[in-house]
C-alpha cells in the first residue's frame, strides 16, 4: 500500500514538474511578445532621433543585434531545463530497470510481494515512459 502511495506521489511530482515546465514556455512566450512589442516602440522612438542627429544606423545595428542575443538566450534556456527533466527520467529508468533484473523469476513466483513490487516497477516504467515523451514533446524533439 505504501509502495502505491509513494508511486502516486512519484508521478504526481513528474506532472507537477512538466506542468510548470509547460506554465514556463507560456509565460516565456508571453515575455517575448511584450519586449518585442517594446522593442518596436523603442525602434521607432531611435529613428526619430536618428533622423534628428543625422547619423544614419548606428544606434540601430547595436540594437538589432542586443534583440538577437536576448532572443538566443530565452531560447538555449529553456532546452536546458527540459533536458535536465529529460535527464532525471532517464535516470529514474536506469535504476528501476537495475532493482527489475535483481529480482529473481524463483522469487516473483514464491513470493506475492516481490510480485507486486515487480508489476509496479513495470508501471512507474510505464509512468516515466510517458512522462519522457511528454517533455520531448514540449521541447519540440519528438
Known amino acids: 500500500m505504501n509502495r502505491q502511495k509513494e508511486l502516486r506521489n512519484l508521478y504526481r511530482d513528474f506532472r507537477s514538474a512538466?506542468?510548470?515546465i509547460q506554465q514556463a514556455t507560456a509565460t516565456k512566450e508571453i515575455?517575448?511578445?511584450?519586449e518585442e512589442e517594446e522593442e518596436e516602440e523603442n525602434m521607432g522612438e531611435q529613428e526619430v532621433v536618428e533622423n534628428q542627429q543625422n547619423v544614419p544606423g548606428e544606434e540601430e545595428d547595436h540594437f538589432e543585434n542586443n534583440e538577437v542575443e536576448e532572443e538566443e538566450e530565452s531560447?538555449?534556456?529553456l532546452p536546458s531545463d527540459l533536458d535536465l527533466i529529460v535527464q532525471e527520467i532517464d535516470m529514474l529508468q536506469n535504476e528501476t530497470n537495475e532493482i527489475l533484473n535483481l529480482l529473481?523469476?524463483?522469487q516473483i513466483e514464491k513470493?506475492?510481494?516481490v510480485k507486486s513490487i515487480r508489476s509496479q516497477l513495470m508501471y512507474v516504467i510505464q509512468i516515466n515512459?510517458?512522462?519522457r515523451e511528454r517533455a520531448l514533446r514540449l521541447a519540440g524533439r519528438n
Do not use: C, R, W
Open 31 to 34: 515575455e517575448v511578445d511584450n
Open 75 to 77: 531560447n538555449d534556456q
Open 129 to 131: 515512459n510517458g512522462l
Open 111 to 113: 513470493h506475492p510481494k
Open 104 to 106: 529473481k523469476k524463483s
Open 18 to 20: 512538466i506542468d510548470s
